[in-house]
């Protein structure tokens, strides 16, 4: 198994443009997870989903994120417009059913918003 | 909502100690006990979860205990080693997954 994949690795930004950072699960996980992870506010969940429904986005800070997810196979997370204080590794993660189970992280974003 | 502490934020011991690293939590309908140790550069991985209907769990050299009456949870590490160095986060779950804020675990040889 491919793991929990994300893209791109790394973005590097200008303050204002649009970022959209993507997600495959692994195969047959019906929950995923968007986290951001920054030295100041450690790791925090941005937005749960299971079964491609939007659960929890009570961590999305403000309006400027927003997350989706088409199909089981597949998220976005979108930040638009992007602002300085957005730089964070974004974290993906997924887990065989909700949040009582192992979460399988991916790689992350390093994002950075100059 | 959940708030998860934990402590100490470095520890650094020598090879062979064991290092002891505790949480603690808020809502008293949280369940779900996970540590994720992160190294340097690296995605957070599992090592060990509990869950509240159990009060002690070990595997090989890594044992948690949960005391669900104190809302307090630890991370024991035995013999430690140098590969064991890495940042590690416990989180607490009863509707929403809250990690603490992270343990910086060095272990000189």
């Not at chain 1, 793991?3 to 973005?11: A, D, L, M, N």
């Amino acid at each position: 198994d491919a793991g929990v994949i994300q893209s791109p690795r790394h973005e590097v930004t200008e303050m204002g443009q649009e970022v959209t950072l993507r997600c495959k699960p692994i195969s047959g996980h019906n929950s995923l997870f968007w986290y951001r992870q920054t030295m100041m506010r450690g790791l925090e969940l941005l937005i749960y989903f299971n079964n491609n429904v939007p659960i929890d986005d009570s961590g999305m800070p403000e309006d400027r994120f927003s997350a989706k997810m088409p199909n089981a196979s597949f998220s976005t997370l979108k930040i638009q417009p992007s602002e300085p204080r957005d730089s964070a590794v974004y974290f993906c993660a997924s887990s065989l059913s909700g949040r009582y189970n192992e979460q399988f992280f991916g790689p992350g974003t390093r994002l950075t918003v100059l | 909502g959940e708030n998860v502490e934990q402590h100490p934020s470095t520890l650094s011991v020598q090879e062979g100690d064991s290092a002891v690293i505790k949480c603690t939590y808020s809502d008293s309908a949280s369940n779900y006990f996970p540590w994720y140790k992160q190294e340097l550069g690296k995605r957070p991985q599992l090592i060990i979860d509990i869950r509240s209907n159990v009060g002690e769990k070990k595997d090989q050299r890594i044992a948690v205990t949960l005391n669900k009456t104190a809302k307090h949870f630890s991370l024991h590490i035995t013999e430690t080693q140098p590969e064991d160095s890495a940042v590690y986060f416990c989180a607490a779950t009863p509707n929403d997954m809250r990690f603490g804020a992270g343990t910086r675990l060095t272990v000189k040889p």
